[in-house]
């Protein structure tokens, strides 16, 4: 299987859990609890992006942009310590009749791959970079990840505002 091959699978699965929680929390089928709340404040402080400006964040050098996306996967490992979970390595696509079956534990379980994916990435564009030039490093990443920078535009600008509507609605006393 090739990056983008895994790219587009672990990307299905992240739109279908963060539209899972949505629909979920919307519905009153998840009300999250008091340590729900705490984790997912504690994950929104650590992968917001302090900016002026809004994503995609085009302008800057391939690293920092994958640094900044890959930063999510970090955070989500982070919140399974806390909840005691296990990341699974695929966790599949929500299932239940309105999706009964969210907590947050799967909703970080199926966003993690994606945003693990993106670390990948990260690493490997590092391990690029030792060996030659920054610019050098870009082109072979991205002839490893045919539109990476597409990739990552799609996080910054259209998953990432998703995942943390998601989120703020987690951390809404009203649901």
Known sequence: ???LDRFKAVEGLAIAW???AGDA???GSWTPTTLERKIMEDVVKVTMVPSLEEPPFDDEPLWCRLTRVSRWAAA???????GRWDLPEDAGRPTGCGYRDVNLEKLVGGLYPLFALFEHW????EGFWHEKTEEEADIRLAQL??????HIFHAEQVHIHFITMTFDSILDDAV
């Open 1 to 3: 299987m090739t990056e």
């Open 18 to 20: 963060y539209r899972a």
């Open 25 to 27: 929390l919307v519905t």
């Open 76 to 82: 989500f490992r982070l919140a399974a310590l806390a």
């Open 122 to 125: 990260a690493d490997l564009h």
């Open 145 to 150: 990840v045919p539109s990476v920078d597409t």
